[in-house]
């Protein structure tokens, strides 16, 4: 679903640290081995002892379950403490919001995502290619299931 010609010239997002996709509302971040491995090198954790104290399962499709990150109250990600405490180990669907598949479907579902996200339409011009690689990522990006 990448490679839209909607941006052919590219689109402009800078994150504005409102904090919109990180909490406030229910959520779920899956993670993938990528995803899994990163986190636990970042906070020097064993994988089991990981999941145990930042994870949950959570109903996916064909009645599995997959591993997300756990939230707080709130609803803000258990990362999250006036920005995200594991940026740098950060999963792939925070990494490469706001390009995603549904998301990039066509200029329409791009403008509707402003609504959600102040940064969409402002800042940064990125390429379409950086936006195809960062489409990619998140489109094949498997979550863990059970």
Not at 61 to 67: F, N, R, S, T, V
């Amino acid at each position: 679903m990448c490679e839209q010609t909607f941006y052919q010239n590219g689109l402009k997002f800078s994150c504005t640290r409102c904090q919109s996709c990180c909490g406030k509302t229910p959520g779920m971040v899956y993670l993938s081995e990528r995803d899994l491995t990163s986190l636990c090198v970042w906070f020097k954790l064993e994988k089991d002892e990981f999941i145990h104290q930042y994870c949950r399962w959570v109903p996916y499709y064909g009645g599995k379950e997959a591993l997300s990150l756990k939230e707080k109250k709130n609803y803000d990600c258990i990362f999250w403490d006036n920005g995200c405490t594991a940026y740098n180990a950060r999963p792939i669907q925070c990494s490469t919001y706001p390009f995603w598949t549904w998301i990039l479907k066509d200029k329409e579902s791009w403008n509707n995502e402003e609504s959600s996200c102040p940064g969409i339409n402002k800042g940064e011009l990125h390429s379409s290619d950086e936006i195809n690689y960062q489409c990619a990522l998140y489109k094949h990006n498997q979550p863990i299931v059970r």
